[in-house]
């Protein structure tokens, strides 16, 4: 049995149909036999059945990158690339803290390559990124500064996690894969390891 930390952000549990899917993920963890804590900004995780994880909610003294703004009860969102560097450094900063606190941790497994990938990073655990078609397509295409920040976040993942092409549901390309990836080559000695899944 294998100890998974899941990291959720704001965007990632912003309305029920993505909850649901945070929540398939923890119960698909769990019923594997693994142990699983779920860290997450909802501010009342308790209401949703993650099939008995541990819900962790790390305390933010910063605003809430997001892709789309929407509400976040208890929480001012902003969008990612609005959000100052050094606001973005205590985010990643707060939440891996909240995180190393849960380690040692066979995996860490972030949600979206920003903020997710530097946050588990951050932590020093081997960590798994899911990325998704919002952060890449809302915040992150042609801006050059979080383009690199992404890139330089999932150098040291052990897996990326992506979908097929871009969907209504926000799921990459494989234009995205290229560029998270740095277009199929190696990144520090070592090849990239994607795993495509399917939307969702």
């Not at 946050?119 to 809302?138: C, I, M, P, Q």
């Not at 992506?162 to 520090?188: C, K, N, Q, W, Y």
Request: hydrophobic share 45%; proline share 6%.
């Amino acid at each position: 049995m294998a100890l998974i930390v899941q990291k959720f952000g704001g965007t990632s549990v912003a309305d029920a149909q993505k909850i649901h899917r945070a929540a398939k993920r923890a119960i698909a963890a769990k019923e594997t036999g693994h142990e699983v804590v779920v860290a997450c900004q909802d501010p009342a995780p308790e209401r949703f059945d993650l099939g008995g994880a541990q819900v962790v909610r790390p305390q933010l003294d910063t605003r809430l990158p997001v892709f789309v703004v929407d509400r976040y009860e208890g929480l001012e969102p902003v969008l990612l690339q609005e959000m100052p560097l050094d606001e973005r450094e205590r985010y990643v900063a707060l939440n891996a803290a909240a995180l190393k606190e849960l380690l040692p941790a066979d995996l860490v497994f972030a949600n979206h390559v920003l903020m997710g990938a530097p946050v588990a990073a951050a932590t020093g655990a081997r960590f798994g990124v899911k990325a998704h078609g919002s952060e890449l397509e809302y915040s992150m295409r042609g801006n050059v500064e979080l383009e690199a920040w992404g890139a330089a976040s999932l150098r040291n993942a052990h897996a990326v996690f992506v979908g097929p092409r871009v969907t209504e549901a926000g799921e990459p390309s494989r234009g995205d894969l290229d560029l998270l990836l740095g277009h199929g080559r190696a990144i520090g000695g070592h090849r990239r390891m994607a795993l495509e899944l399917a939307p969702g």
